[in-house]
């Protein structure tokens, strides 16, 4: 390994692989990594779309195995950005050849295998992170900064949803993130391990919960192609939903917070409404992913008359990262988080040690999807300790 450059094999490469791609490539124009990512080589197992994917995303070169791709000699880092079922088999091989890793959320299908991917990461010592992206916008960062500083005072109670609704139309197809065998879980892990993620990020530990989940749409019609959240639907072949359209949660957490969760693809109007709320003693904040650069805050010691929610333009050099981009006021996007993601990846390449969220934080929200099933088979509370949980 070149002590100034790491080289990236991805596995994959399309909506995500896009987005990874376009953080890679942006990184040392925005920002002074202390390493240098390297777009070394890109896998797919079409090699006709494998070729055009790495001539338009910017990689050196392609495979048409990912196991190859492991065992090149010029790759120090491995990027999984496939399907759920994938990961455990690709990470657990990656991490035994000694290559750091990033892999898409959620981490796996199963506790069991998200339980493995870290045994094997940590064992063969390597840097490892999983890309819940939405703990690097500007305004979440700087939510973190003053819940920590104890601006909120004792946090009571955290509200979150996460609404989309792509799924809304009967006719959609059967795609990938509708198989329980391919995403393990639908709504749920798709979306909802995002809101976990943020939770956990800025309120700390879940450790009770009761939850129900829906599904819909019993049947769609099979996917003759699909890429990203789309695809071409087979008008005359149907196939079974066997996962969750939607899915909702109540929660307490180790601090005493109580939380409300809901997550859904059926919320007419939502295209990506990740939305936070954090109620604390002292004040509350709340954030808007389809309106990322603006934090909401409201402090409890304000004088009457103008006590109320303020809104922070967070572009400021005063807020994290942003001071890397353009003067206050000029916004960033959805893309950049993922640079964000990145420019930490490489920090911990650098000194050795796994950024946040790495593989740990993917089994304690893979445990945590579990509980959430378990408690909707159940009907019952579940509790959480540390991730093991048991029925009450």
């Known amino acids: 390994m070149n002590p100034s450059s790491v080289r990236i094999g991805m596995i994959g490469y399309q909506f995500m692989g896009k987005a990874h791609s376009h953080a890679y490539r942006d990184l040392p124009f925005y920002f002074d990594p202390p390493v240098t990512p390297v777009l070394q080589a890109v896998s797919g197992r079409n090699e006709e779309k494998v070729k055009q994917a790495a001539e338009k995303l910017g990689w050196q ?37 000694g290559k750091h890793i990033l892999c898409e959320k959620p981490l796996a299908l199963t506790v ?19 890309a819940h992206n939405y703990r690097f916008a500007p305004a979440v960062a700087y ?15 955290v509200r979150a949803q996460y609404l989309q609704d792509w799924l809304v139309d009967p006719e959609a197809p059967l795609v990938w993130r509708l198989s329980k065998d391919i995403s393990g879980s ?64 109540l929660a307490t957490f180790e601090n005493g917070a109580l939380g409300v969760f809901e997550a859904t693809r059926y919320a007419g109007g939502n295209r990506n409404g990740n939305r936070i709320e954090i109620n604390g ?5 709340r954030w808007d992913m389809e309106n990322m650069n603006h934090l909401e805050v409201y402090f409890e010691n304000d004088e009457p008359g103008l006590q109320g929610f303020r809104t922070i333009h967070c572009t400021e050099e005063d807020h994290p990262y942003a001071g890397n981009y353009w003067p206050a006021g000029h ?8 640079i964000h993601l990145a420019y930490e990846m490489m920090k911990g390449i650098h000194s050795g040690s796994a950024p946040v969220p790495n593989f740990r934080d993917g089994v304690i929200n893979q445990r945590l999807l579990a509980a959430i099933e378990q408690s909707h088979q159940t009907r019952q509370w579940v509790k959480t300790g540390g991730g093991e949980h048991e029925t009450n």
Not at 62 to 87: A, C, G, K, Q, S
């Open 143 to 157: 939510a973190k900064k003053l819940i920590s500083e104890g601006r909120l005072g004792e946090i009571n109670h």
């Open 112 to 130: 069991e295998q998200a339980e493995r991917m870290h045994e094997a990461a940590e064992k063969n010592a390597i840097v490892h992170m999983i």
């Open 281 to 285: 003693s002292k004040g509350s904040l």
């Open 61 to 97: 070169s392609y495979e048409t195995d990912w196991r190859r791709l492991i065992e090149r000699d010029d790759i120090d880092m491995i990027d999984i950005v496939t399907p759920n079922h994938t990961h455990a088999e690709m990470a657990v091989a990656a991490a035994e050849a």
């Open 331 to 338: 916004m960033i996007g959805y893309e950049h988080t993922f």
């Open 186 to 249: 639908g709504t749920l892990g798709d979306i909802g391990s995002h809101s976990i993620d943020l939770a956990r990020y800025l309120v700390g530990e879940i450790t009770e919960l009761v939850s129900t989940m829906k599904t819909f749409v019993k049947e769609r019609p099979l996917a003759e192609s699909s890429a990203g959240l789309s695809g071409k639907a087979n008008e005359e072949k149907k196939g079974e939903v066997e996962v969750d359209d939607a899915a909702a949660f």
